[in-house]
C-alpha cells in the first residue's frame, strides 16, 4: 500500500513538471512586418555577421601592408666565452699559445628603409583596398541573399496561415452540409452514399488542414533559424503594411538598373580589377630595388692585432641597390598568366551580365503574370462563390444531387486559394525583381 501511495506521489510530481515544461515551452505568437523580418534579419543573421567580420579582415590586412613603407629595424646583442688562440703546423704540432682576453659580447643595429621598387608598397596597398572593396560588395550581395530568402519565407508563411483560414471556413461549411445530409438521410430524403460523400469530404478538409499546420511549423521553424529569434515563437506576418503600386516601368528600365547595381556584376568589375593590379605587381618584379640603410656595430674584445680588452664601434649609412636578373627570363612567364586571369575575369563578367538578363527577364514576366492572373482570379472567386451560393439553395430544395454541390465548393475552394496564391505572388516577384537589380 505504501509503495502504491509513493508510486502514485512520483506520477503526479513527474505529470506536474511535464505540464509546467509545456507551458514553459508554449508557442508564443509575434506579428511581425516585413520591415521588422529586415530588421532583425540585419542584427542576428549569422550569414550577415561571417560577412561583417571579413570585411573587418580585409581592412586589417590593410593596415599590415601599409606597415611595408615603416623601416626594417633589427637588433642582436650577444655575450660569449672566447678561447685562447693555440697555433699548430702543418702536421698539428703545437707552436704556440696566445691568450686572448676569455669575455666577449658585441651589440649590433641594423635599419633599412625601401626607396624605390616600381610602386610596388603602393600597388600592395591598392590590391589589398580592392580586396576589401570586393569584401563589402559581398557583404552587400549577402544581405540581398538573406533578405530575398527571408521574405520567401515570410511570404509563405503568410500564405500558409491564411490558406488554413481558408481551409477551416470551408471546413465548417463542410460540417453544415454534414449535419443537412445527416438531417435530409433521417428524412429518407437522400440515399446513405451522399451522406458518406459529405463525411468523406469533411475529413479530407481535416486532413489538408493538418498538412497545412505541419507546413507553418516547418517555414516558421526555418525563418526563426534565419532571423535569430527563438523558435518557440510563431511568426505572424502582415502585408498591411506594404504599399505596393503596380510598377509599369518596361523589361529594359529594369535591365539597366541592374547592370548598375547588382552586387554580383560590381564584383565581378572589382576581380578584373584585382587582376590587372596583380599583373601591375608583377611587372614591379622587373625594376631595380633601391634601398637606404644605416648600421652601428660594437665588439668586444678586439682580435685584429694585439689582442686588447677594448670595445671596436663602427657605423656604416648609405644605398643599396640590387637588380634580380632571373626576372629578364622568368617574368614574361608570370605576366602571361596574369594576362590570361584577367581575360578570365572579363569572360566570368559577361557570363554574369547575361545571367542577370536572364534573371531580370524571368523576374519581370513573373511580376506581370501574377498581377494578370489575379484579375482573372478574383473574377473566378466571384463566380465560384456565387455558384456554390446558388448551388447550395437547389441541394437544399432537392433540385441537384450531392456530386454538384461537392464540385461547387471545391471549385470555391480552388478559386479562393487561387486568389490568395496570386496576390502573394505580385509581392513574392517584384521582391525578386528588386533582388536582380540590387536593390532590395
Known sequence: MKK?????????????????????????????????LAESLSKNNIQLKIANTSVKVADAKIGAVKTNR????????????LSDVTIYDTGFKKLQKVDLPNFGNQFNVKANQLLFAGGKINKSIALAELSKSLSENQLNNTEQSIKLNGIELYLNLYNLQNQKNILENNKNLASKRTQNTKFFYDQNMITKNEMLRAQVLERQLEQSILQVQNAIFITNKNLTLLTGLDENILIIPTIDNINHNIRKQDEQYYRQIAFSKNPQITGSDMQIAIAEKNFELTQTDRVPVLAAFAGYNANRPQTTGTPIDLYSNTYQVGLSLSYNIGSIYKNFKKEAVDKIVID?????????????????????????????????????????????????????????TYIEIIDAANTKLQAELQVLDDQTNIILNYVRLLRVTGEL
Open 344 to 400: 578570365q575575369a572579363e569572360q566570368q563578367k559577361e557570363e554574369v551580365r547575361q545571367q542577370i538578363e536572364s534573371d531580370v527577364n524571368a523576374a519581370y514576366k513573373n511580376y506581370h503574370q501574377a498581377i494578370q492572373q489575379r484579375e482573372v482570379s478574383i473574377i473566378n472567386q466571384e463566380a465560384a462563390s456565387e455558384n456554390y451560393r446558388i448551388t447550395e439553395l437547389k441541394y437544399k430544395n432537392q433540385l441537384v
Open 4 to 36: 502504491f501511495i509513493f508510486f502514485t506521489l512520483l506520477s503526479f510530481m513527474l505529470f506536474s513538471i511535464g505540464n509546467a515544461s509545456a507551458v514553459a515551452q508554449e508557442t508564443q505568437e509575434r506579428l511581425m512586418t516585413i520591415q521588422e
Open 70 to 81: 615603416l623601416p626594417d629595424i633589427s637588433t642582436d646583442v650577444s655575450a660569449f666565452y
